[in-house]
């Protein structure tokens, strides 16, 4: 029985298995090595999963979640219409998606995978991706991470010794490794990254761009519109990866605009942008204590390291240039499927996981000793300390007769207080007395779960106040049957037609976007294709298929100029 590699990304996920001719991606319904990590309800109550859930984002907001990925080993739950599901349940369904491409594909039934997950994954996140796969059918022995089936990819695991820099930018987040392979072990040395920067901020930029040239107010727009747009930015993003100008013509809020866009426009826009991704650059090699003329390979990959300036800033910061791959949105999956062929062989790759890292900063809020009015960050616990952690900071009242301290629990790098996440807040109250007399020792103690116990004892009384602050979760072997048995029950968009209804979720998008004639027009091209589908009797949907995917193109044409 054939296993496979899975990449489970936040915007796209792929599988991928190893071959004679080395590690390949396998498509899937829809002919695609990408799929969309989105799922959608139809109002039928059937599941969609890839990009005819991507699709319904727009249309389908209330039925529709993607980046979920982002909430892995949380408590959160995704209502999708009637249904609330956690972010393991929906990436179950990502999951059995890519296991069905794959039987598909190889003609055989799989049940194992090599799933890859962040560096920075904790172990409550690492088990909620278990807990997907189990949904999901598959058995995962062994997860890799992400990094590392990047150094795998490019055939580094053959290099006895070496210091590797991995670099992913995706759609929405930025990871910076720098790995360490010794002695026939990939270790992680550090870990940074910025989770809100990615390829969707580049697009933004351009969305930016193109309001303020045509005097357009994106929040005026609705929600079909603003789709629309955002779906030619990019597209001319993608563009400008190839070409040094991009012209478009399209027409939004009954406007038509109509211009050219220079790539050295969009990369000026960009600057921003580019300044953000040296940070946790400079961070990661700076934690691991790292000379940069030392590092033996720079690694790029991600979906939108295919933007020039990124190779670009990478080249320039390094002097040299960094590894590359032609898919650079392939390489994580290529490299799970080297690990299994690796696994098969000899027990794959060995790692040291970064589990045992906080991979934040943690603290609380102190009043500024320069200026009084405001508030700076103090560090209790610092990023990339080796858990599980304990440590004391002692903190003065600030004013004469101050009854109240207030402890802001803390987490990020930010200086300024209010730019980090509040995870809690703990007070106590102290006998009045003068300024600086009073003081309250604050405790933090962060273990491998994730969880921070905050302890504040008034130091004159010895009143402790003691909070426990958990927003990981997971499941019990008992919710997991209970959700396993539930999931079963759910009807899936049987993979045959996954196409069709891909088409359709296209087709209702450009339904909203136009308006009277050619809205009477499109309503009957899907009525049309929906009869057509119906009629078990017929044998050329193929054609069919072909025809509707042809007569929307010209209608979006039509729409557009
Ligand atoms: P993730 O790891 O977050 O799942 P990917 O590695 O698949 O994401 O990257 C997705 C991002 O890559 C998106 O923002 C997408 O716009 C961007 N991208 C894909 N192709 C190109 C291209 N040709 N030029 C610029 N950006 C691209
Ligand atoms: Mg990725």
Redesign the pocket.
């Known amino acids: 029985m054939a296993v496979i590699g899975i990449?489970l990304?936040?915007?796209?996920?792929l599988v991928a298995v190893w071959t004679e001719d080395g590690p390949q991606t396998l498509p899937n319904a829809l002919g695609d090595a990408?799929t969309p990590?989105a799922v959608s309800i139809a109002d039928n109550g059937e599941v969609l999963i890839g990009r005819a859930a991507i699709d319904r984002l727009v249309t389908h907001p209330d039925r529709t979640a993607a980046s979920f990925?982002r909430a892995m080993g949380s408590a959160k739950i995704f209502k999708l219409g009637s249904h609330s599901w956690r972010a393991e349940e929906l990436s179950a369904f990502v999951l059995r998606s890519l296991k069905l491409d794959a039987e598909t594909a190889l003609g055989e039934e799989v049940s194992e995978a090599i799933i890859s997950v962040p560096a920075y994954f904790n172990d409550t996140q690492r088990k909620a991706t278990l807990d997907a796969a189990h949904l999901a059918g598959l058995n995962v022995e062994r997860l890799i991470n992400?990094p590392t089936a990047a150094a795998l990819a490019h055939g580094l695991e053959d290099v006895e010794e070496g210091t590797f820099l991995i670099l992913?930018?995706?759609?929405?987040?930025f990871d910076v490794s720098l790995l360490h392979k010794f002695e026939g072990i990939m270790e992680i040395k550090a870990s940074a990254g910025d989770s809100r920067l990615?390829?969707?901020d580049?697009?933004d930029a351009i969305l930016a761009m193109l309001s303020e040239r045509h005097g357009l107010v994106v929040g005026d727009l609705g929600g079909s519109e603003k789709a629309r747009l955002l779906a030619e930015a990019?597209r001319l993003?993608?563009?400008?990866?190839?070409a040094l100008s991009v012209d478009y013509e399209l027409i939004i809020a009954g406007k038509a605009i109509k211009g050219d866009l220079l790539r050295s426009e969009f990369e000026t826009q960009c600057q921003p942008l580019i300044r953000r991704m040296k940070a946790p650059i400079e961070r990661a090699i700076h934690d691991a204590r790292i000379d940069i003329t030392r590092l033996d390979q720079v690694v790029l990959?991600?979906?939108?390291?295919?933007?020039p300036l990124v190779r670009d800033l990478v080249a320039r910061l390094f002097r040299r240039f960094p590894l590359l791959h032609p898919k650079?949105?392939h390489i994580?999956a290529l490299g799970t499927a080297v690990q299994v062929a690796l696994k098969t062989r000899d027990g794959g790759l060995e790692e040291i996981v970064m589990t045992d890292v906080c991979p934040f900063t943690l603290g609380t809020a102190v009043v500024d000793g320069r200026s009084r009015n405001e508030t700076v960050m103090s560090s209790i616990i610092e990023r990339n300390a080796i858990v599980p952690i304990s440590r004391e900071n002692r903190y003065y009242t600030v004013s004469d007769g101050q009854t109240v301290i207030r402890i802001d629990v803390l987490q990020g790098e930010f200086i300024r207080p209010s730019q980090n996440i509040l995870i809690g807040q703990i007070e106590v109250s102290l006998p009045p007395a003068p300024a600086g007399k009073e003081a309250v020792d604050v405790r933090y103690t962060y273990d491998v779960n994730g969880a921070l116990e905050v302890e504040v004892k008034v130091v004159s009384t010895g009143k402790l106040v003691r909070s426990l602050f958990r927003n990981q979760s997971t499941l019990t072997d008992q919710e997991l049957a209970a959700r396993f048995a539930a999931l079963a029950s759910i009807k899936i968009l049987p993979r045959d037609q996954q196409e069709n209804r891909a088409l359709i979720a296209h087709a209702e998008r450009l339904y909203a976007d136009c308006l009277g004639e050619e809205r009477e027009q499109v309503k009957a091209l899907i009525f049309w294709f929906e009869q057509c589908i119906e009629d078990q009797s017929r044998s050329d949907l193929r054609q069919v298929r072909q025809q509707f995917t042809e007569a929307l193109q010209r209608f979006e044409m039509g729409v557009s100029f």
Do not use: H, Q, Y
């Not at 990959?301 to 933007?307: E, I, P, Q």
């Open positions: 990449d990304g936040t915007s796209n996920s990408l990590s990925k992400e992913d930018l995706g759609g929405g987040t990615g390829g969707d580049f697009r990019e993003k993608r563009a400008l990866s190839e990959v991600g979906g939108a390291s295919r933007m650079p949105d994580i």
